[in-house]
């Protein structure tokens, strides 16, 4: 069974610093591409950062600069540290795993920036 796990989500002021992480489990973590999506309310979920097998990055101009994605495939985990958060930064926040025939989704975790 697979599964995706996010942690590291909360409430932290605007100009404050929090770090997801994404432990997965039920599949070859280092064959998969891993991404960091969000989702806030009325709003289409979106890219936040996507990370390839070779340790290729990609990342929004919304983000870029203030995030960082990583893995670690000897722990099969993800990271996104985020830094400099901004109150248009809340959203819940999913971890994604996808290689050409398959992929799977974490259940989300809430991302909440706010004085």
């Known amino acids: 069974q697979v599964q995706l796990v996010e942690s590291g989500g909360g409430l932290v002021q605007p100009g404050g610093s929090l770090r997801l992480s994404c432990a997965a489990s039920?599949?070859?973590?280092?064959?998969?591409?891993m991404a960091w999506y969000r989702q806030a309310p009325g709003k289409q979920r979106e890219l936040v950062a996507r990370?390839?097998?070779?340790?290729?990055?990609v990342y929004p101009t919304s983000v870029k600069g203030r995030f960082t994605i990583s893995r670690d495939n000897a722990k099969n985990t993800m990271y996104l540290q985020m830094n400099d958060l901004k109150p248009e930064d809340t959203a819940v926040y999913y971890c994604y795993a996808g290689k050409a025939t398959d992929s799977y989704w974490g259940q989300g975790t809430q991302v909440t920036v706010s004085s």
């Open positions: 990370i390839t097998r070779v340790q290729s990055t």
């Open positions: 039920g599949i070859i973590f280092s064959d998969y591409v």
